[in-house]
């Protein structure tokens, strides 16, 4: 699986500010622990931008290509500060712009920027009235996307679809509908690739709790062949699983996930962990912040 790691971001307490006061050195340290944990893209947010975001793109791109080799996803909705950053983009292999959606906005002026500078491009399943609300809208907007991108001349291998993760404590349903979306992507759009920004079913619960959500969420989307995902850099464990270094965990989720009920009583703490996870994640189980502890 192609780990991209999320780490870099204008939102975070201690590197927003250095994006802003463009401190390097902070965004190089970063960026070489990155590397050093084992990505294989680094994702540059800058967040919307809309105020010198050109100038924040370039500088933040040649700032982390001194020190790592590594391939850039230029993360943000700026599509000027998107080309700057693939202008600015030389080292690593193909860069990813991320991302591309129904909008208007998008379409006209970010989409051409892929063929353009021969970038990957996460199809970002936003549609032109908002958030998908099921599976089939999901479906429609990923079929619509992939025919005006080819359209354009991105290859479909160069086309990652998004199918847009969301916190699993605000709605189930649509975690559930993320994970019904991944068993049927290769029907909808057949030669395209998968990627998810997977933190953000964490979002909102405790910071110790998160990381159970985004490895064992990880787990349940890797059961249908995902690709790639934006994830913590940092979160070891949830790296091992991606490097399929953790079969056993894997087959217990995917089991969990086909509907057998392990006996707990004969799991290691760790096992038990991930059913619990698991039966959250697929709505079996009331989500609560004590849902390891039931």
């Known amino acids: 699986m192609i780990l991209i790691g999320e780490n870099i971001n204008i939102m975070s307490k201690t590197l927003g500010p250095a994006i802003r006061e463009r401190d390097a050195k902070a965004i190089q340290e970063v960026a070489k622990k990155e590397a050093e944990a084992g990505m294989d893209y680094i994702d540059l947010n800058i967040g919307p931008a809309r105020k010198e975001g050109e100038k924040t793109m370039e500088w933040i791109v040649k700032t982390v290509h001194e020190v790592v080799d590594l391939p850039l996803s230029l993360d943000t909705t700026n599509h000027l500060a998107i080309e700057a950053g693939l202008q600015a983009h030389k080292k690593g292999g193909k860069p990813i712009v991320n991302s591309v959606s129904l909008q208007k906005e998008r379409i006209e002026n970010t989409l051409p920027l892929v063929p353009k500078y021969g970038a990957i491009m996460i199809g970002l399943l936003w549609g032109r009235e908002g958030m998908p609300r099921d599976t089939d809208e999901r479906a429609a907007n990923c079929a619509e996307l992939v025919m005006i991108a080819q359209d354009a001349g991105v290859p479909l291998e160069d086309i990652w679809i998004d199918p847009i993760v969301t916190p699993v404590s605000v709605d189930i349903n649509q975690v559930v509908s993320c994970l019904e979306f991944m068993s049927v992507l290769e029907e909808v759009a057949p030669g395209c690739r998968s990627v998810v920004g997977l933190s953000n079913v964490s979002n909102g619960t405790p910071r110790e709790l ?14 249908y062949g995902l690709h790639a995902a934006i994830v913590d850099a940092f979160d070891e464990e949830l790296v091992m699983l991606a490097r399929g270094k953790m079969p056993e ?5 995917h089991r969990v996930m086909d509907g057998e009920e392990p006996d707990l009583s004969k799991l290691s703490e760790k096992e038990v962990q991930y059913v619990k996870t698991t039966k959250v994640l697929m709505g079996k189980v009331l989500y609560s912040h004590s849902w390891l502890e039931v």
């Open 210 to 223: 998160r990381p159970y959500l985004n490895r064992t969420y990880l787990a349940m989307l890797m059961k």
């Open 249 to 253: 965990i894997l087959d217990l989720v």
